[in-house]
């Protein structure tokens, strides 16, 4: 069964400091897709990026990062000069692409708090 | 612009109350997901559907039941409530059947039961 584990629960940082949160996940599934949502304190889950197995390129948005390595079955984000509006819950979350389920296995969430 | 939205964001009820929480979509997706949210835990499925009138357990569907009589609605019913569900509730929906689609989430009702 896919399992998608993060293991920090909160980090806490200073403005300007780059932060990297991490994503483990698992599954048998040869075809698959990482997924990761912000979740500010209004509540609604906004999504930030899907990758698919076969792609391990590195992607960058401004100042996020993403890193999947298949090897460690890792897909982890990184925030470069972290900013109050970065402070927010990230999930990260896996779709298999054999189950037919269509719907996401998410993370516990990790919790950024930026400090101005 | 895509949205979805859910009836209250804010609910407080009694146990053994039937309780509904209704999400509405507006783009005309075909998946719609009912998840709950409690701390330390992250999003579980309840329950999804895939078409008007259809519908598949999640991860925890126990005391819950689900209702799609139009495809841009999706209700969650709870028929007699209890203290342990508590939690937050969040409605999504997507188009596709891949697993590539991205889901798009409402903003999430936070219900208290007494």
């Known amino acids: 069964a896919q399992k998608v584990t993060q293991a920090q629960t909160e980090i806490s940082v200073v403005e300007k400091e780059d932060v990297t949160l991490d994503c483990v996940y698992e599954?048998?599934?040869?075809?698959?897709?990482l997924f990761w949502y912000k979740q500010p304190p209004s509540g609604e889950l906004v999504f930030l990026i899907r990758?698919?197995?076969?792609?391990?390129q590195n992607e960058i948005s401004g100042r996020y990062s993403w890193n999947f390595q298949k090897s460690t079955s890792s897909f982890n984000f990184t925030i470069t000069a972290s900013q109050v509006v970065d402070s927010a819950v990230y999930f990260c979350?896996?779709?298999?692409?054999?189950?037919?389920?269509?719907?996401?296995?998410f993370g516990s969430g990790t919790r950024l708090q930026v400090q101005p | 612009d895509v949205k979805v939205t859910q009836s209250s964001r804010y609910l407080v009820k009694r146990t053994g109350e039937k309780v509904f929480l209704e999400c509405v979509q507006d783009?005309?997706?075909?998946?719609m997901f009912w998840y709950r949210q409690d701390p330390g835990l992250g999003l579980r499925l309840i329950y999804f559907?895939?078409?008007?009138?259809?519908?598949e357990k999640g991860d925890i569907p126990e005391g819950y039941s689900v209702s799609r009589e139009k495809k841009e609605r999706f209700s969650l019913i709870l028929e007699s409530a209890s203290t342990n569900q508590t939690s937050m509730y969040l409605c999504?929906?997507?188009?596709?059947?891949?697993?590539?689609?991205?889901?798009?989430f409402g903003p999430g009702t936070r219900l208290l039961v007494l």
């Open positions: 599954t048998r599934d040869t075809t698959y897709y």
């Open positions: 979350a896996l779709s298999e692409a054999s189950t037919g389920r269509r719907a996401l296995t």
């Open positions: 559907s895939y078409d008007v009138k259809m519908k």
């Open positions: 783009m005309d997706h075909e998946n």
């Open positions: 990758r698919n197995s076969f792609d391990e």
């Open positions: 999504a929906s997507s188009m596709g059947s891949s697993g590539q689609e991205t889901q798009y």
